[in-house]
């Protein structure tokens, strides 16, 4: 059982960083991982993810300010955010899962769906002020 805990949120003005974590209990280095974030009244959606094979998948609006990364080690997922901007803000969320039998065009396809994964932690506040 995979068990995601985020850590890293908080308040920060337009153009700041932040640096999210995720540790995940269980064997996460052959595991499907990614970042996941909603906003009050909007639905959740992707926002980066790694495969097993280390391939990332970023949704179009972060693309050059946030770094998905992990360190199978420690079990741990990161997001490295910069240049913030206030519609950045929302609870961000981990999520796992193995995608099992799934092959590497299809994990790329299903990577930012958050349909696609079983594991989830409970989130951590990401809030950006203009």
């Known amino acids: 059982q995979v068990q995601p805990v985020e850590s890293g949120g908080g308040s920060v003005q337009a153009g700041g960083s932040l640096k999210l974590s995720c540790v995940a209990s269980?064997?996460?280095?052959?595991?499907?991982m990614g970042w996941f974030r909603q906003a009050p009244g909007k639905e959740r959606e992707g926002v980066a993810s790694i495969a097993g094979d280390g391939s990332t998948t970023y949704v179009e609006s972060v693309k050059g300010r946030f770094t998905i990364s992990k360190d199978n080690a420690k079990n741990t997922l990161y997001l490295q955010m910069n240049s913030l901007k206030p519609e950045d803000t929302g609870m961000y969320f981990c999520?796992?899962?193995?995608?099992?039998?799934?092959?590497?065009?299809?994990?790329?396809?299903?990577?930012?769906?958050?349909?696609?994964?079983?594991?989830w932690g409970q989130g951590t506040q990401v809030t950006v002020s203009s």
């Open positions: 269980g064997f996460i280095y052959s595991y499907c």
């Open positions: 999520a796992a899962d193995q995608f099992a039998g799934k092959s590497s065009k299809l994990i790329s396809l299903l990577a930012l769906d958050d349909g696609s994964y079983n594991y």
